[in-house]
């Protein structure tokens, strides 16, 4: 008590201490085919989703993520900060991938029993397989196809995809004639 006042003043006031937000743990397939689509999803709800690039988009509330250009586009999940903590945000990758092309084939459609034809295309690193190897074979590697009964065969040339595309696939039909014979001869 001083100066001839009785009691001590004091005065109180509430300060509210708020947890620092969380982008939480993000998840969703990074590599996608060009027109091709995944999303990405975090641990934690109510952020929001944008890109850095224009290879890919994203929608900002559901995370789906659609491929429009080769190329590696960085997503950020950001949540909104309260109380005077500052936003957290987290960010993933999606790589886009140009799909593969088969090519155009080419080759002599019409072989003989026994007779090898070779067919090519104009795409590299794909392999070459028969849908009836009974009719005709063909070489994995080289596209040389050999006749072995008459019919037809599906030849198939096969690119393999990556990154999330899809194998590319071109098929080019083959005739096999069968040898000639020849009717017995009597006199």
Do not use: E, H
């Not at 998840?27 to 850095?52: D, K, L, Y």
């Not at 002599?108 to 090898?116: K, L, P, S």
């Amino acid at each position: 008590i001083t100066g001839g006042c009785g009691g001590t003043q004091s005065k109180q006031q509430a300060v509210t201490v708020t947890a620092p937000p969380s982008a939480g743990t993000l998840s969703g397939t990074q590599a996608i085919c060009m027109g091709g689509s995944t999303t990405f999803s975090s641990s934690v709800s109510g952020g929001t989703w944008s890109s850095n690039s224009a290879a890919a988009t994203i929608n900002p509330t559901s995370g789906a993520i659609s491929g429009v250009s080769a190329g590696t586009a960085t997503m950020t999940y950001t949540v909104a900060g309260t109380g005077g903590c500052a936003n957290a945000t987290d960010m993933r990758t999606v790589t886009v991938t140009t799909p593969p092309n088969a090519g155009t084939l080419s080759g002599t459609q019409t072989v003989c029993v026994n007779a090898t034809t070779t067919f090519s295309s104009t795409q590299s690193g794909g392999t070459w397989s028969s849908d009836n190897t009974s009719v005709a074979t063909v070489v994995a590697g080289t596209g040389v196809v050999t006749g072995v009964a008459g019919g037809s065969a599906t030849i198939a040339y096969t690119v393999p995809g990556t990154g999330g595309c899809s194998n590319a696939k071109a098929t080019r039909l083959v005739t096999v004639t069968p040898l000639a014979s020849i009717a017995s001869v009597s006199g």
